[in-house]
């Protein structure tokens, strides 16, 4: 999968937009974020993974862990925020049912509950 596929997928969610975080698209839910790309060439803020193509998405904990565990490699949780959800994901190792999975997790922990309910 590439940032373009994600994109696609969760501009596809029930009232998500894109926007700018920190120079980076940011893909939101009243005004929440639940998914982020990487800048290519910027690792500021996947320094220690090595990867190209890489995302960041907001998880609930155990879904986080178990996406983790899961696609090892591929998901896992952030270094310094993990513990709040947040969760790399290796975009070029994922399919696109597993990013359509992991898109729809993170839109459902922020979106507000009429929305994630229909």
């Known amino acids: 999968m590439t940032g373009d596929d994600l994109r696609r997928i969760a501009l596809s969610l029930p009232e998500a937009y ?4 920190r120079r980076r698209p940011a ?17 500021s803020l996947f320094t220690s993974l090595g990867w190209d193509n890489v995302a960041v998405v907001k998880l609930d904990r155990e879904d986080q862990l178990n996406m983790a ?12 925020y993990g513990h709040h959800g947040w969760t790399y ?16 997790l993170a839109w459902t922990h922020v979106a507000p509950k009429r929305l994630s309910k229909a």
Do not use: Y
């Open 27 to 43: 893909f939101r839910v009243n005004q929440k974020i639940f998914a982020m790309l990487g800048v290519t060439g910027d690792r």
């Open 18 to 21: 894109e926007d700018l975080h």
């Open 89 to 104: 994901l290796r975009l070029e190792t994922i399919d696109e049912a597993t990013l359509r999975t992991v898109l729809r």
């Open 69 to 80: 565990a899961g696609h090892p490699g591929a998901i896992q949780p952030t270094e310094t």
